[in-house]
């Protein structure tokens, strides 16, 4: 009997517990977190899917760059007829016939030396084939980070209508109690419009904020390639987030980031491309020397006088023949190769200039986010200090306007100074997040910290 009551006791509450986690998780699948956006945002990104094409693209591009190493292979197979004067193959002497000739030749060649051209465009394809595949990667990074300002700037949207929100339902109970305490004869009809001006401007105030918040939402879901129809509502966790101070040496994140940013190693292979085209310029100035060798022969017909000459197995074999070669090809003068290989020259200084310049700013912005990470930590804190001093300046200041010791103006003042402090750490939290994610990218952890 105890048993039986234990059993069915122990099954209400895992039905109980069930029902209450299943209900929590759809209302919880109904938000989308920064991590969940932007993973949706990369697997539907047009520009992720267009660098993964590009990286098959390189990689056939490879293919053919090695294909400069291998000797190539043609056959070729021909026919005519001549009819008038020509030469009779059977006895080396012109005569007056109809003839048909059939061809036929198979050769081979490779270019044994060409300046180096064919080295430095393998080289060039292989840099472009790795940097294809990491293109893959800052597609990606690209596409995080747009997404992630996107959302930041909705969660802050959002956060300022709910504060709007509050604002205006404070200011609407405050104008009823004033004109309960006008008929009362406690205020005036001056208070009364002050406080009803106030109401005016919070509830515009809301309209513009829930505009705003329509617009970010707007962006956000084009950034991530969602469908405009379909709602997304986004978690705001992020407002209630706990700013923490890290010691960190700006110096290591960029020595470490040298070796692992998308940013250093666009700038690196570019300028490592500008100067492979330029030795592949330069190698058409300097001679080539190029192998061919091949077997041929031909079959020979005399229409004029049928059956005057061997058969087709006996010429196809007897005619054969075997060569072999080579090619010194010396370029004397072209005026647009010199003009080609000054002009790549130039493109590969301006290139390393361009890699000195996106190496320095990677440098500056790692710098510049440690910088502003820790300080919006000190910001945070002090201006929620300054928040829970507003708030008690304008408790204070709303009760001696009640006591009708301030006047309305004064009340206006403190509330507008609160929602302004308000404001302002709420910008500070968002902007801590984005510092915060950005630093921890450059550290190589990665913007997205979940996969769920």
């Not at 920064?34 to 993964?52: E, F, G, M, R």
């Not at 693209?57 to 053919?64: L, P, R, T």
């Not at 394809?125 to 997404?147: C, G, P, T, Y």
């Not at 020259?345 to 996106?358: F, P, S, T, V």
Request: proline share 2%; hydrophobic share 35%; aromatic share 10%.
């Amino acid at each position: 009997m105890k048993s039986s009551f234990l059993r069915h006791f122990t099954l209400v509450i895992v039905i109980i517990t069930t029902a209450q986690w299943a209900g929590w998780s759809q209302s919880y699948q109904g938000h989308w977190t920064l991590d969940s956006c932007l993973n949706y945002a990369v697997s539907n990104s047009i520009a992720v899917q267009k660098s993964q094409w590009q990286a098959k693209s390189s990689k056939a591009e490879m293919n053919s760059a090695i294909g400069g190493f291998i000797p190539t292979f043609d056959s070729q197979v021909s026919g005519e007829y001549s009819w008038g004067r020509n030469i009779d193959p059977e006895t080396n002497t012109y005569k007056t016939q109809t003839t048909f000739n059939n061809y036929y030749n198979l050769s081979s060649s490779l270019t044994l030396f060409d300046g180096g051209r064919t080295i430095n465009q393998f080289r060039q394809a292989k840099a472009k084939r790795e940097f294809a595949l990491n293109n893959v990667n800052k597609a990606s990074e690209d596409k995080e980070i747009e997404v992630m300002q996107k959302f930041v700037d909705m969660v802050y949207a959002k956060a300022c209508v709910d504060l709007a929100s509050d604002k205006l339902r404070d200011s609407k109970r405050l104008l009823a109690k004033t004109e309960a305490l006008e008929e009362l004869g406690l205020k005036g009809k001056p208070d009364v419009a002050q406080i009803s001006a106030q109401v005016a401007e919070d509830d515009y105030n809301f309209t513009h904020q829930s505009h705003l918040a329509g617009t970010a939402l707007l962006a956000l879901k084009s950034s991530m390639n969602y469908p405009i129809g379909d709602s997304l509502e986004v978690d705001t966790l992020l407002t209630h987030i706990v700013p923490e101070y890290r010691l960190e040496d700006a110096e290591n994140i960029y020595s470490f980031a040298l070796d692992h940013s998308m940013q250093a190693k666009t700038a690196i292979f570019n300028a490592s491309s500008a100067k492979y085209s330029f030795n592949i310029q330069k190698g058409r100035l300097i001679p080539s020397l190029r192998l061919f060798a091949g077997v041929s022969t031909n079959y020979y017909k005399n229409i004029t006088t049928p059956g005057s000459v061997s058969g087709f197995n006996n010429q196809f074999k007897n005619n054969m023949g075997e060569y072999v070669g080579a090619t010194l090809s010396i370029p004397l003068f072209d005026y647009s190769s010199y003009g080609n290989v000054k002009k790549s020259y130039c493109d590969m200084k301006a290139a390393e200039l361009d890699k000195e310049e996106a190496l320095r700013k990677l440098h500056d912005d790692i710098a510049q986010a440690v910088m502003d990470r820790n300080g919006y930590v000190k910001e945070i804190e002090q201006m929620e200090k300054k928040v829970e001093a507003d708030g008690l300046s304008y408790e204070q200041t709303r009760r001696k306007f009640e006591e009708g010791m301030l006047s309305s103006f004064d009340l206006r003042t403190a509330a507008n100074t609160l929602l302004q402090s308000k404001v302002s750490l709420l910008q500070m939290r968002m902007l801590y997040v984005l510092k915060d994610r950005l630093v921890d990218y450059y550290k190589g952890i990665g913007i997205i910290r979940a996969n769920n």
